[in-house]
């Protein structure tokens, strides 16, 4: 099975950025990175996924390294409505994501 | 449009018994796929349904079992219930497939607990 690693957790203060890190050590050259996070109490929702290239959508950025081996979810300021579990993942044609055991990030006021 | 729904909410159930979770994916979502949730062991695959086929399944034992119907809805089942069994079970709904480039959307789950 694919396989994602993340820290535990990490923190941040409110309206800085933050940088969230993810291994994909068994990463496919046709694997699309994505990443999504898990309020409390709520299934996980969409962030952002990508191939190759960085990614930029109204939520996050994403950067994918150039060996695709490790990518960074972005946040550029981070508010308290950011606090989740942010999951990396990748998937490519096994009809499958297969989910780690996240990030939970805490966002300090 | 509606997001993906799944029901009932909340069960409690008993060993031995079985049961039977719903889930409605967002309208015109052809691929649906299924999640256990537990704090041990985080996220993990149980099954993806698309057109009424089953195009991939997760480690879990033959009790777990699942199927999608012509409209896309799709019910999982739990036979022979479990203490181990107790957890939050997501469904996800993508236009096309589980992986690659679409984007999953996933319903608020059903809490399945098992005394």
């Known amino acids: 099975d694919a396989k994602t690693t993340q820290p535990n957790s990490m923190e941040s203060n409110e309206e800085e950025p933050v940088h969230l890190p993810c291994n994909h050590s068994t990463i496919s050259g046709t694997d699309y990175i994505h990443w999504y996070r898990q309020l409390p109490s709520q299934g996980p929702e969409y962030v952002i996924h990508g191939l190759t290239s960085n990614v930029n959508n109204r939520m996050a950025s994403l950067a994918i390294a150039e060996d695709r081996k490790s990518s960074t979810l972005i946040l550029h300021r981070a508010t308290l409505r950011d606090a989740a579990v942010y999951y990396c993942?990748?998937?490519?044609?096994?009809?499958?994501?297969?989910f780690g055991k996240g990030t939970l990030l805490t966002v300090n006021p | 449009k509606a997001g993906v729904t799944q029901t009932p909410r909340y069960l409690i159930k008993t060993r031995g018994q079985q049961v039977t979770l719903s889930c409605s994916p967002i309208s015109g979502h052809r691929s649906v796929s299924w999640y256990q949730q537990t704090p041990g062991q985080g996220l993990q695959f149980l099954f993806e349904?698309?057109?009424?086929?089953?195009?991939n399944k997760g480690n879990f034992p033959g009790r777990f079992s699942g199927r999608q119907f012509s409209n896309s809805r799709s019910e999982m089942n739990v036979s022979t219930l479990e203490l181990g069994d107790s957890a939050l079970y997501l469904c996800a709904s993508s236009l096309w497939t589980a992986s690659s480039t679409d984007t999953q959307y996933f319903g608020p789950g059903t809490r399945l607990t098992v005394l």
């Open positions: 349904y698309f057109s009424e086929t089953q195009r």
């Open positions: 993942t990748q998937g490519g044609s096994n009809y499958k994501l297969t």
